[in-house]
């Protein structure tokens, strides 16, 4: 058995393209190698090592490259209050994200905060309908930065799924009947009949039909419902609204597939 030669002790199953043999298919997988880049976070560098990488930047463009510590002309100096309430102000605004994505400028209401109108603070409404931020009682709040960029990528990107509504706190999200929705709400949970008196219709309909399908008249095994099951269930049992089919004309006729009016495009629609 060949061991690693990066000195883990375990056995190389890869060889690498320095031809060396290492437990794992990348060398910094191996867990020795791992260890001492880990290691090395952590580490502080003595000042004459500091200062050999200082002369090995001088003659850069920066003419601070080269100089540390109290050297430095920016040593010891902060931002002020002014500075970094503009570096905290969102690098949207208004007119730029309406330019740049309008859809998302159609879907969601904007202002500026009337609080601050010199830093063109963005302000949009709370997506929980019972807050007092929420457009349904005319309420705003600031977004952040984060909150801004990722509900433009869900609504503008091709790959986004229009969620990351806006949220004022974790509060209004959790208590939000729209925050993590896996399913449509409305749909019917129970049906009003039970698999017994389906049969029954079913063998109703066929026996009516001769067993035979009304549309190319070969063997008939599926009865089809002219009202669609998810959109009228109340309509199920009703022979008057069903008639017998083949396989294949009932999802040539009955169930068109891939059309906008489709029974599975119907039904999964919400008004």
């Known amino acids: 058995m060949k061991l690693c030669e990066y000195g883990c002790g375990q056995e190389a199953i890869y060889k690498q393209t320095n031809n060396k043999w290492c437990c794992c298919k990348f060398y910094s997988q191996c867990p020795e190698i791992r260890k001492k880049n880990t290691g090395n976070k952590n580490k502080k560098f003595s000042t004459q090592h500091r200062k050999r990488i200082s002369q090995k930047l001088e003659g850069k463009n920066n003419p601070n490259y080269g100089k540390f510590g109290k050297e430095n002309p920016f040593y010891g100096k902060h931002h002020n209050k002014t500075n970094k309430r503009k570096m905290a102000v ?8 309406k330019i740049k994505y309008p859809f998302f400028s159609q879907i969601e209401e904007m202002r500026y905060n009337p609080d601050k109108p010199k830093e063109k603070e963005i302000q949009v409404h709370c997506k929980n309908h019972l807050c007092e931020n929420s457009k349904e009682k005319g309420g705003w709040f600031t977004p952040s930065r984060s909150q801004l960029a990722e509900r433009i990528r869900q609504l503008e990107d091709k790959n986004g799924n229009g969620g990351s509504y806006f949220y004022c706190s974790e509060e209004c999200k959790s208590i939000c009947p729209l925050y993590n929705l896996k399913s449509d709400p409305f749909k019917l949970t129970e049906k009003p009949y039970n698999q017994e008196e389906y049969e029954t219709f079913r063998q109703f309909v066929l026996e009516r039909d001769n067993y035979k399908c009304q549309y190319c008249e070969k063997p008939a095994t599926i009865v089809h419902h002219e009202r669609p099951q998810k959109l009228e269930p109340l309509f199920v049992l009703d022979p008057d609204f069903a008639w017998s089919c083949c396989e294949e004309c009932h999802y040539k006729y009955g169930h068109k597939t891939g059309t906008e009016c489709s029974t599975g ?7």
């Open 90 to 97: 969102n690098k949207y605004s208004i007119k730029k994200v």
């Open 265 to 271: 495009n119907l039904a999964s629609k919400i008004c």
